[in-house]
């Protein structure tokens, strides 16, 4: 099947040795233009329409993500990423990237840019894994200075974000793509007052693996309150038409998350962590059995820890 670990594509990219690319031969680019960066990949913004159900009880408040400009924060983003195909499963081992955060501009609105700069980077293990942590960490290592670049509305309204490497790495690239996948995003908040109980639905478009299109629909609720602090639980519902990707017909597009994000005022990063699981079937008529139907299911996790 040509699809064949679409599945755990990323995983096995970053945790596998790759030769040193060849040199490049041809014209090479003026001096005087410079590139934004050696190793980019940008990540579209994801629309979501938000509906709120209940504005719950007690005092109402606009709750909306704060950061001040100019502020700094230490963070700890860590990724999970597990693929499986029928019964064989891939996983790899925790990625965790220690990270300076840093919120630029503010505008009226309470639209704010901010980077992530990556300081230092570690693997932990994961049983089940299929390369342990010491295998992973060299690639990893090559990552220190990549930057997380992008705006984020006062509702949580993301705009592009870009993921940069300013200088060349073998496998930065699978790296990358690794982050991109499995990179937390936080959650879209009402635009209306709410108070402890509040519930809303948020509804976007995603891409797993950066080829199968999916709608996710996420019900959030507060369930804590303490003076600037608002902690937001969510659970979400994954489906999708069926498509083609290459040859492959895939079909019976599910999957579920859960998520938990709790905000404090003025910091660039809340505490939040995320869980989702996408599960669907592909048949492939160029496959040694054209018949046979093949189940897929992609697990990422993720946390972002302020320090």
Same mark, same amino acid.
């Given at each position: 099947m040509r699809l064949l670990w679409i599945a755990v594509a990323a995983v096995a990219a970053c945790s596998s040795p790759k030769p040193p690319a060849a040199p490049q %031969? =041809?014209?090479?680019?003026?001096?005087?233009? #410079?590139?934004?960066?050696?190793?980019? &990949?940008?990540? !579209?913004?994801?629309? +979501?329409?938000?509906?709120?159900?209940?504005?719950?009880?007690?005092?109402?408040?606009?709750?909306?993500y704060t950061a001040r400009p100019g502020a700094k924060q230490t963070v700890e983003v860590a990724m999970d990423f597990t693929g499986r195909q029928d019964t064989e499963e891939a996983v790899a081992p925790t990625i965790v990237l220690f990270c300076d955060a840093r919120t630029g501009a503010v505008d009226k609105d309470?639209?704010?840019?901010?980077?992530?700069?990556?300081?230092?980077?570690?693997?932990?293990?994961?049983?089940?894994?299929?390369?342990?942590p010491d295998e992973l960490r060299p690639a990893l290592g090559?990552?220190?200075?990549?930057?997380? %670049? =992008?705006?984020?509305?006062?509702?949580?309204? #993301?705009?592009?974000?870009?993921?940069? &490497?300013?200088? !060349?790495?073998?496998? +930065?690239?699978?790296?990358?793509?690794?982050?991109?996948?499995?990179?937390?995003s936080l959650p879209v908040l009402p635009t209306q007052p709410?108070?402890?109980?509040?519930?809303?639905?948020?509804?976007?478009?995603?891409?797993?693996?950066?080829?199968?299109?999916v709608t996710q629909v996420t019900d959030y609720e507060v369930v804590a309150h303490d003076g600037p602090s608002w902690t937001i639980k969510g659970t979400t519902r994954v489906s999708g038409k069926d498509q083609k990707i290459d040859n492959a017909t895939i079909s019976a597009i599910t999957g579920a998350g859960t998520s938990e994000t709790t905000?404090?005022?003025?910091?660039?990063y809340p505490s939040h962590k995320v869980s989702l699981e996408t599960q669907f079937t592909a048949s492939d008529p160029e496959a040694a059995e054209p018949g046979k139907s093949v189940q897929f299911t992609i697990k990422v996790g993720g946390s972002v820890t302020p320090r």
């Amino acid at each position: 099947m040509r699809l064949l670990w679409i599945a755990v594509a990323a995983v096995a990219a970053c945790s596998s040795p790759k030769p040193p690319a060849a040199p490049q %031969a =041809g014209p090479q680019p003026p001096a005087h233009k #410079a590139a934004a960066h050696l190793v980019e &990949l940008k990540i !579209p913004p994801a629309q +979501a329409t938000v509906t709120l159900m209940s504005d719950g009880t007690g005092q109402k408040q606009l709750l909306r993500y704060t950061a001040r400009p100019g502020a700094k924060q230490t963070v700890e983003v860590a990724m999970d990423f597990t693929g499986r195909q029928d019964t064989e499963e891939a996983v790899a081992p925790t990625i965790v990237l220690f990270c300076d955060a840093r919120t630029g501009a503010v505008d009226k609105d309470g639209a704010a840019d901010y980077t992530l700069t990556v300081t230092a980077t570690d693997a932990r293990a994961v049983a089940g894994a299929m390369r342990s942590p010491d295998e992973l960490r060299p690639a990893l290592g090559a990552l220190a200075g990549l930057t997380i %670049a =992008g705006k984020r509305g006062a509702n949580g309204a #993301a705009g592009e974000v870009t993921i940069g &490497l300013d200088h !060349p790495a073998d496998r +930065a690239g699978d790296a990358l793509g690794l982050i991109r996948e499995a990179f937390p995003s936080l959650p879209v908040l009402p635009t209306q007052p709410v108070g402890v109980g509040a519930r809303w639905q948020a509804t976007s478009a995603a891409r797993v693996a950066d080829k199968l299109d999916v709608t996710q629909v996420t019900d959030y609720e507060v369930v804590a309150h303490d003076g600037p602090s608002w902690t937001i639980k969510g659970t979400t519902r994954v489906s999708g038409k069926d498509q083609k990707i290459d040859n492959a017909t895939i079909s019976a597009i599910t999957g579920a998350g859960t998520s938990e994000t709790t905000i404090a005022d003025g910091a660039p990063y809340p505490s939040h962590k995320v869980s989702l699981e996408t599960q669907f079937t592909a048949s492939d008529p160029e496959a040694a059995e054209p018949g046979k139907s093949v189940q897929f299911t992609i697990k990422v996790g993720g946390s972002v820890t302020p320090r």
